[in-house]
């Protein structure tokens, strides 16, 4: 079974930039899809995008279509999210995910998951 760990959140500017990372323990890599989700206080998590197995094809949600980018190194376990040009309402925790299926499109296929990494934006 695959362990997250989150790192690279924090305090950030509106319009400004920041890397999320995810590293991946336990199982092997190269067979998850990953996908990341978000959390505001009082809000449901939302699923922010996913990334195939082999890094070949990414899914992005509306919101942040054209501002993030979901990218992965199967040789190092990684997988990042990249947020550009961002806003107050990206603030929220964000959560690295994995499934088996292979389903990075679809929120519900991810059944493993990370702690968490706060983001927040300020205006």
């Known amino acids: 079974q695959v362990q997250l760990v989150e790192s690279g959140g924090g305090l950030v500017q509106a319009g400004g930039s920041l890397r999320l990372s995810c590293t991946a323990s336990?199982?092997?890599?190269?067979?998850?899809?990953m996908g990341w989700f978000r959390q505001a206080p009082g809000q449901e998590r939302e699923f922010v995008g996913g990334?195939?197995?082999?890094?070949?094809?990414?899914y992005y949600t509306d919101s942040v279509k054209g501002r993030f980018i979901i990218s992965r190194d199967n040789a190092k376990n990684m997988v990042y999210l990249q947020l550009n040009r961002v806003k107050p309402e990206d603030t929220a925790v964000y959560y690295c995910?994995?499934?088996?299926?292979?389903?990075?499109?679809?929120?519900?296929?991810?059944?493993?998951w990370g702690q968490g990494t706060q983001v927040t934006v300020s205006s």
């Open positions: 990334i195939s197995r082999n890094g070949g094809t990414t």
């Open positions: 995910a994995a499934n088996e299926d292979g389903s990075f499109y679809h929120p519900r296929a991810y059944n493993h």
């Open positions: 336990g199982s092997t890599f190269s067979g998850y899809a």
